[in-house]
């Protein structure tokens, strides 16, 4: 019989995503989505994740998020947006969680201060590519109508290459 995950490692996981970003993350979603870039690039917590409507999702992570905040593991403070809903902001309660690894930091650091709907096109393009799409970018419009228009496609091509453009264990998928 498989032994159940130890539920401080996971906690730890969620918060050395944090650690490694900077410190702090903005938004649920771009805390999925930069889990999710550190798994495709080899150096993620060991995340499931799957297509959702706002791209590459764990519930697993979106789990331990809460579990960790419970805990004091994270610190995560709601705020209101202009449009009445509500956004989170993630932040580590103690510095010890760092995976101490450049590649690692440096991919989440530069996800964490990009612009989040940029970055939710890129995470989509690249979980698309990973699955096999011919044209990830062309799919990822055809998903995100809404999203991609304004030039926004295009910025997140851009963030995308930065992105790849870290060395990391395993590559991020090269999207043309």
Not at 115 to 131: G, I, N, P
Request: charge should be positive.
């Amino acid at each position: 019989m498989p032994q159940a995950a130890n539920p401080k490692s996971e906690l730890e996981k969620v918060a050395a995503i944090v650690n490694d970003a900077g410190g702090k993350v903005v938004g649920r979603t771009r805390l999925q989505k930069i889990a999710y870039l550190l798994e495709l690039a080899g150096v993620g917590g060991g995340f499931a994740f799957e297509y959702r409507h706002y791209g590459p999702y764990s519930e697993d992570l979106a789990n331990s998020t809460k579990i960790a905040n419970m805990f004091g593991v994270l610190k995560e403070k709601e705020r209101p947006t202009s449009w009445g809903g509500v956004y989170s902001i993630f932040t580590v309660t103690e510095n010890k969680f760092s995976s101490g690894n450049e590649a690692r930091c440096a991919l989440a650091r530069l996800a964490a201060a990009a612009d989040a709907v940029e970055l939710e096109l890129a995470a989509t393009a690249a979980f698309l590519a990973s699955k096999g799409e011919d044209d990830p970018w062309l799919e990822t419009k055809a998903r995100k109508p809404e999203k991609a228009d304004d030039g926004r496609l295009e910025k997140a091509k851009r963030l995308y290459k930065k992105l790849s453009d870290i060395k990391t264990p395993v590559s991020l998928p090269k999207i043309s």
